[in-house]
């Protein structure tokens, strides 16, 4: 499976992936009863994935995530991701770190394999800014919910303020021309008009 992932990851033209140790159905990585496969076979899902990278000569970036610390703890984590830093992996991802204190001894123990920190505010995790990421040693730094947070506060307000006074409240400068320009309308407006359309001969 893991193989067959990231061939068709690749036809698909994507950057690069997490390969983790979590059993199927896996769940979010801040979440409590995580399980996690034993360390060969997640070993075997890490050499299964360069594997195919390797047939397929691309540079897909396989990013090894281990989410054992929660049951396994922080030596098996560090040894696991030893294990798919030696079958090929880029960038390491030890999930869930419980200190920064946790996160910032993680670098130094598999330093100067590149680690990736995972942010997610309220979570297990404690809060690591950017500058704190970066003075630690991080390589890389991904904010899980840096859009889906403030859209479901922003949906939630908006659904309330309709139940309760039966408007949306949408801001004077949000217009609908604003959205699809968003969408890509200028762009779609291209295309016509460079084909000969006559679609928005008259305007928008």
Not at 2 to 19: C, D, N, W
Not at 177 to 184: E, H, N, P, R, T
Request: with cysteine.
């Amino acid at each position: 499976m893991a193989a067959r992932t990231v061939e068709q990851y690749i036809r698909a033209g994507v950057a690069g992936a997490h390969l983790e140790d979590q059993v199927l159905t896996k769940r979010c990585g801040h979440l409590s009863g995580k399980k996690v496969v034993p360390h060969e076979e997640y070993i075997s899902r890490i050499r299964a994935a360069h594997g195919a990278r390797v047939r397929m000569q691309s540079d897909f970036v396989l990013i090894a995530r281990t989410d054992a610390l929660q049951s396994l703890g922080y030596d098996e984590c560090i040894s696991r991701l030893r294990a798919a830093r030696d079958e090929g992996a880029d960038v390491g991802l030890l999930e869930g770190f419980e200190t920064k204190a946790q996160a910032a001894q993680a670098v130094k123990d598999l330093a100067p394999w590149p680690l990736l920190l995972n942010s997610v505010e309220n979570g297990k995790s404690p809060v690591i800014t950017v500058d704190e990421a970066r003075e630690m040693g991080f390589r890389i730094i991904i904010f899980s919910f840096a859009t889906l947070a403030p859209a479901y506060v922003a949906i939630r307000q908006t659904l309330s303020l309709l139940k309760n006074k039966g408007i949306v409240g949408t801001p004077d400068e949000i217009t609908p021309v604003k959205l699809f320009q968003v969408c890509g309308l200028k762009d779609s407006m291209e295309v016509d008009m460079k084909a000969g359309g006559t679609s928005f001969a008259s305007g928008v």
